[in-house]
């Protein structure tokens, strides 16, 4: 599994945990690719920073399998006037992570 964290001005010197089967997995910082090897199966997913976080993600992956994920927040252009908004009432879907459609085995 890969993740690749977006260029984000709001988080460029912030860094997001990886959060798998609520299991604590590193950070990810602002431009970075992080690579993690799973067994094969289901899984749950999320990122968290501070008390925000993204939507909790369900995959599947198998043997010899390579899933991307990209990550980052919703905070670009217009939206970083929703600041407030995000980091109280939305603060579950603060971070997006989203998996791409690049697949390799």
Avoid: A
Avoid at 39 to 57: A, F, N, V
């Amino acid at each position: 599994m890969i993740i690749i964290h977006k260029d984000n001005l709001l988080d460029v010197m912030r860094s997001y945990k990886i959060i798998i089967d609520d299991t604590y997995y590193g950070k990810i910082k602002c431009g970075e690719t992080k690579q993690i090897n799973l067994e094969k199966g289901d899984h749950t997913i999320y990122l968290k920073i501070d008390w925000c976080r993204s939507p909790k993600l369900n995959f599947s992956n198998s043997d010899n399998e390579t899933i991307f994920f990209d990550c980052g927040n919703y905070m670009n252009g217009w939206k970083q006037l929703l600041f407030p908004l995000y980091i109280t009432f939305l603060k579950n879907k603060y971070l997006f992570l989203e998996e791409t459609n690049k697949k390799f085995s």
